[in-house]
């Protein structure tokens, strides 16, 4: 291949990823509520909370960044069919409970009874989730609820440390009267 | 003209608009290009624009400073997910952004963000970082490695890229 042709591959593959890269983007942006996104982040950081609310260290930082953490991995599961439908109701409960917990911590809206409950759910829900994919019959493929079943065990390890700093570390100091 | 308290604030808001206004999808594109599916894809950048607002007036490279969070939380996912699965990618979903994705993209646009997907990894980055406009040596500031490696795992991935899209690639218009 002679230094001209190798440039002009060069340059057309350039172009195809601007191209690619361009089309990508607008496709995002019309699928994006750029507004309620904005909103989103103003609401979490409203009334001068900036920095208290969501510290960049400490245990709050961290069990908050542990919430985000099991919430991408029971959102990052595929649909494994029968069984992961049986879960399912279960696996939006456990998310219902951590996002309640997610924007109430930070927000120091719930007292430490409170959180511990919402844990608690959430642990009752995981346990319910494991069981229907457990006892659902696997008419489709024989390995199929396994990933949510690991999501599921990852969210338990995380949800049994979660739940000890909720009880035994004084997170939710600073609760609104 | 110094401002100070409540129009501090407010010039910092909107300034922060405009930036996720200008931002938001183009770090979903980034973080697609790093191999994650198109719903994790906006969450992880939602989630890096509500860190950044936290530490907003004190971010001297907002643009490079979010890549950096969102590929850092995108590992993270990945190795949690690796302890169990063989494969470094994170599941394919259908989701609302794939679906309007999958509308709008033509075969050929379809085509490279698969092919971006079978780079390795350090490939891909160096990839995305360049395809933002960033520099061999700011990539590798921005990654802890050296404009060498960069500029390597460049080469490679374009080697790769022009294999894998076939005959005729980058001729429709």
């Known amino acids: 291949m002679s230094r001209w042709q190798a440039d002009d591959d060069e340059a057309r593959l350039d172009a195809l990823l601007a191209r690619t890269q361009a089309s990508a983007i607008a496709a995002i942006k019309g699928a994006l509520d750029l507004e309620a996104g904005k909103r989103a982040i103003f609401a979490m950081h409203s009334a001068g909370r900036l920095r208290s609310a969501v510290p960049d260290h400490g245990p709050l930082a961290e069990v908050g960044a542990d919430i985000a953490m099991m919430l991408a991995l029971?959102?990052?599961?595929?649909?494994?069919?029968?069984?992961?439908?049986?879960?399912?109701?279960?696996?939006?409960?456990?998310?219902?409970?951590?996002?309640?917990?997610?924007?109430?911590?930070?927000?120091?809206?719930?007292?430490?009874?409170?959180?511990?409950?919402?844990?608690?759910?959430?642990?009752?829900?995981?346990?319910?989730?494991?069981?229907?994919?457990?006892?659902?019959?696997v008419r489709q493929a024989p390995a199929e609820p396994s990933e949510l079943l690991d999501a599921l065990d990852e969210v338990d390890r995380r949800l049994q440390a979660l739940r000890a700093k909720l009880t035994h570390d004084d997170i939710t100091k600073g609760v609104s009267p | 003209m110094i401002v100070g308290g409540e129009e501090a604030k407010t010039v910092a808001v909107a300034?922060?608009?405009?930036?996720?206004?200008?931002?938001?999808?183009?770090?979903?594109?980034?973080?697609?290009a790093l191999g994650a599916d198109a719903d994790t894809a906006a969450d992880l950048a939602q989630n890096a624009f509500v860190k950044a607002f936290g530490v907003w007036d004190e971010l001297r490279h907002p643009k490079a400073w979010l890549r950096r969070v969102a590929q850092n939380d995108l590992g993270d996912l990945r190795r949690i997910r690796q302890r169990e699965?063989?494969?470094?990618?994170?599941?394919?979903?259908?989701?609302?952004?794939?679906?309007?994705?999958?509308?709008?993209?033509?075969?050929?646009?379809?085509?490279?963000?698969?092919?971006?997907?079978?780079?390795?990894?350090?490939?891909?980055?160096?990839?995305?970082?360049?395809?933002?406009?960033?520099?061999?040596?700011?990539?590798?500031?921005?990654?802890?490695?050296?404009?060498?490696?960069?500029?390597?795992?460049?080469?490679?991935?374009?080697?790769?890229?022009?294999?894998?899209?076939?005959?005729?690639?980058?001729?429709?218009?």
């Open chain 1, 74 to 137: 029971l959102r990052t599961c595929r649909d494994d069919g029968a069984a992961h439908d049986a879960a399912m109701p279960y696996v939006h409960a456990i998310r219902h409970n951590l996002t309640l917990l997610q924007s109430g911590l930070p927000e120091h809206t719930l007292d430490r009874d409170a959180a511990v409950r919402l844990a608690a759910h959430a642990g009752h829900a995981l346990r319910e989730a494991r069981r229907r994919l457990r006892i659902t019959p």
């Open chain 2, 85 to 173: 699965a063989a494969s470094d990618e994170l599941p394919e979903r259908e989701d609302a952004l794939s679906a309007a994705m999958a509308v709008e993209l033509r075969d050929e646009h379809r085509s490279v963000i698969s092919a971006l997907k079978l780079l390795p990894v350090k490939q891909r980055e160096a990839l995305a970082w360049y395809l933002d406009g960033f520099s061999p040596a700011e990539i590798a500031e921005c990654l802890e490695t050296r404009p060498v490696a960069v500029r390597q795992n460049l080469f490679k991935a374009r080697r790769s890229l022009r294999a894998w899209l076939g005959p005729g690639w980058g001729e429709a218009r």
């Open chain 2, 15 to 32: 300034d922060f608009a405009e930036f996720y206004d200008r931002e938001m999808s183009s770090l979903v594109w980034f973080l697609l």
